[in-house]
C-alpha cells in the first residue's frame, strides 16, 4: 500500500514539473510549422525594423517610396548578376562570346541580362531621386547627418558599381565609355603639366594605373572591374546600406513634421526619443504604461506589405523594360576603332560635356566640389526648420522655382555661347592653359550657382532657402547637361538636332 502510494506520488510530481516546465519554457510557442516559420520571421524582419512605424511615414506621397525602390534594384541586380556569373567569363578573349552565348543561346539570357541592365538605370535613377527627396525635406538634419553622410556614400558606390560593369561585355560600345572614364581620372596630368611637374608628381598616371592595371585597357583592367563589380563594390554597399538602416531606427525612424504629431487632448503621450523596444513595452506606473506609441502602426505587416508593394512594382517595371528593350551590344571591343562619338554611360555625360571644354575641372574639380558642397549641407545649416516638410513650406518652394527658372536660363545661355561661338581657347589661340583650366563653362556655372545662393540667403536671411537654390541649379544642370549630350552630341562631340543630321562617312 505504501509502494503504490509513492508511486501515485511520483506520477503525480512529474505531471506537475512537466506542466510547470511547459509553462514556463514553451509558453507562446508556435503549435505548428507554419506558426513556427511565421514566428521566425517576424522576429528576424523586427531585427531590421523598428516593432512600429509612425502613420505619416507610410504615406506614398512623403516619400515616393525612393529608399525601398533603391535597394528593391539592388535585389534584383544580386540575384540576376549571380545568374550572369554562371556564364560569363572575365577574359578579353573569352567575355564577348561570353555575352552572345547568353543572349543568344542560354535560355532567358536574354531576358535575365535585360533585367540585370534596366535594374541599374533604375537603381541609379532612385537613388539620386531618393537623395533629392532627403534633401527637400530637410531630413539630413540633427540628428540625421550622419546618415545623410551614409547616403551620399551610397551614392558613389551606386555610380561605381554601374560603370564598372559597363566594361564587362567587352564591346565597342563599354571599351570606348571606359576610355572615357579613365581619360578623366588621368585628368590631374592637366594640371600638373601647367604647373611644369610632370617629370616629377604626376597623380593622375598613378590613378589611371591603379584603376586599369596598366597603361591601357586590356585583361588587367577588365579582371579588375569584374572584381569590383561582383565583390568589392557589392560588398562594400550592402555594408553601407546595412549601417544606413541601423541608423534610421537609432535616429528615431523617419523624419515627420511636427503637426504629424498632434498631442491628445488632456492626456499624457508617450513617444519615444529613439527606436521602441523589441516589443513596444513599457515599464513602470506612468499613464504611458499599457499605451502604444501614438499615431504609429505595428510594422508587421503594415511597413511589410508596403516594401512588398514597392518591390513588386520594381520587378514589374523592369521586367516590361527588360522584355521590350534589348540591352546593348555592339561589335567587339577593337583599340584601334574609337568609337565615334564615344560617351559615358548616361549619368555621366553631364561630366563629359564639361569635360570637353577642361578635363581636369569638369572630370574631377567640379564634382569634387558638389560632393563636398553636399557633405558640408548638414553642418551649415543649423536652422530649426520645419523637418519632414517638403521644401520647408511655400517660401521654399517659392525660391525653388525661381532657381529652376534662372539655372535654366544661364545653363541654355552659357552652352548657347560656347556651342555657337566657341570658348576662349577659339577666340585666343595663345591664351594660356592655366586660364582655360579656371575660366570654362563648367566654372561660370558653379559661379554664377554660387552668386544665386549667396543673393538668397541676404535676401531671405535663411542659410536652409540658400540652400534649396543651390541644390535646385545644381540639379537643373545636372539634367540639361546630360540632355545636351545624350541627344544633341554626335561624331566629334559636335553639336545636332537631331542623329538624322549627323554626317555620312
Not at 564591346?171 to 581619360?183: E, H, K, M, P, R
Request: aromatic share 14%; proline share 6%; with cysteine.
Amino acid at each position: 500500500m505504501d509502494y503504490r502510494a509513492t508511486q501515485a506520488f511520483r506520477t503525480n510530481l512529474v505531471r506537475v514539473l512537466r506542466t510547470l516546465r511547459d509553462s514556463i519554457f514553451r509558453r507562446g510557442k508556435a503549435t505548428s510549422d507554419r506558426a513556427r516559420s511565421q514566428a521566425i520571421f517576424q522576429n528576424f524582419y523586427w531585427h531590421i525594423h523598428s516593432v512600429r512605424v509612425h502613420r505619416y511615414t507610410l504615406r506614398p506621397v512623403f516619400t515616393w517610396g525612393l529608399g525601398a525602390f533603391s535597394f528593391a534594384f539592388f535585389a534584383i541586380l544580386c540575384l540576376t548578376g549571380i545568374l550572369l556569373m554562371v556564364y560569363y567569363k572575365p577574359s578579353v578573349s573569352l567575355a564577348y562570346d561570353s555575352i552572345k552565348d547568353l543572349h543568344y543561346v542560354v535560355p532567358t539570357g536574354r531576358f535575365i541580362r535585360n533585367l540585370h541592365r534596366w535594374a541599374a538605370h533604375g537603381m541609379v535613377v532612385a537613388v539620386i531621386l531618393h537623395m533629392a527627396r532627403v534633401f527637400y525635406t530637410g531630413s539630413y538634419r540633427k540628428p540625421r547627418e550622419f546618415n545623410w553622410l551614409l547616403g551620399m556614400t551610397l551614392l558613389v558606390l551606386t555610380l561605381g558599381l554601374s560603370f564598372t560593369g559597363y566594361l564587362l561585355p567587352w564591346d565597342q560600345l563599354g571599351y570606348w565609355a571606359t576610355v572615357i572614364g579613365s581619360n578623366i581620372a588621368g585628368s590631374p596630368r592637366e594640371v600638373t603639366d601647367v604647373l611644369g611637374i610632370t617629370p616629377y608628381f604626376d597623380p593622375g598616371a598613378v590613378i589611371r594605373q591603379v584603376l586599369l592595371g596598366s597603361n591601357s585597357i586590356g585583361e588587367e583592367a577588365l579582371i579588375r572591374f569584374y572584381l569590383l563589380h561582383v565583390i568589392v563594390l557589392p560588398l562594400a554597399l550592402g555594408a553601407i546600406v546595412s549601417v544606413h538602416f541601423w541608423r534610421i531606427r537609432k535616429d528615431g525612424g523617419l523624419s515627420r513634421p511636427e503637426h504629424a504629431d498632434p498631442p491628445p487632448p488632456e492626456q499624457e503621450v508617450f513617444r519615444p526619443n529613439k527606436t521602441y523596444g523589441l516589443m513596444a513595452l513599457v515599464k513602470g506606473k506612468t499613464p504611458a504604461v499599457d499605451r502604444e506609441p501614438e499615431n504609429t502602426l505595428p510594422s508587421w505587416p503594415y511597413l511589410l506589405l508596403a516594401e512588398l508593394a514597392v518591390l513588386m512594382l520594381a520587378v514589374a517595371v523592369s521586367m516590361v523594360l527588360a522584355y521590350h528593350f534589348d540591352a546593348p551590344l555592339k561589335e567587339p571591343a577593337n583599340p584601334a576603332v574609337p568609337e565615334n562619338p564615344a560617351k559615358a554611360p548616361w549619368y555621366f555625360l553631364g561630366v563629359q560635356e564639361l569635360v570637353s571644354y577642361s578635363a581636369f575641372m569638369g572630370g574631377i574639380g567640379i564634382p569634387l566640389i558638389c560632393l563636398i558642397g553636399l557633405a558640408l549641407i548638414p553642418y551649415l545649416d543649423r536652422e530649426r526648420g520645419t523637418t519632414g516638410v517638403w521644401f520647408d513650406g511655400k517660401g521654399g518652394l517659392k525660391v525653388a522655382a525661381w532657381s529652376l527658372v534662372y539655372s535654366a536660363l544661364v545653363v541654355v545661355g552659357i552652352l548657347f555661347v560656347a556651342i555657337r561661338y566657341g570658348w576662349l581657347r577659339n577666340w585666343f589661340p595663345a591664351i594660356p592653359q592655366w586660364v582655360i583650366i579656371l575660366v570654362n563653362p563648367g566654372t561660370v556655372l558653379v559661379l554664377a550657382f554660387a552668386l544665386w545662393s549667396v543673393a538668397v540667403m541676404r535676401t531671405k536671411n535663411s542659410t536652409r532657402l540658400a540652400a534649396i537654390a543651390l541644390f535646385t541649379c545644381f540639379l537643373v544642370g545636372f539634367t540639361i547637361l546630360t540632355y545636351v549630350a545624350t541627344i544633341h552630341r554626335g561624331p566629334n562631340w559636335e553639336f545636332f538636332w537631331t542623329k538624322g543630321d549627323w554626317p555620312i562617312y
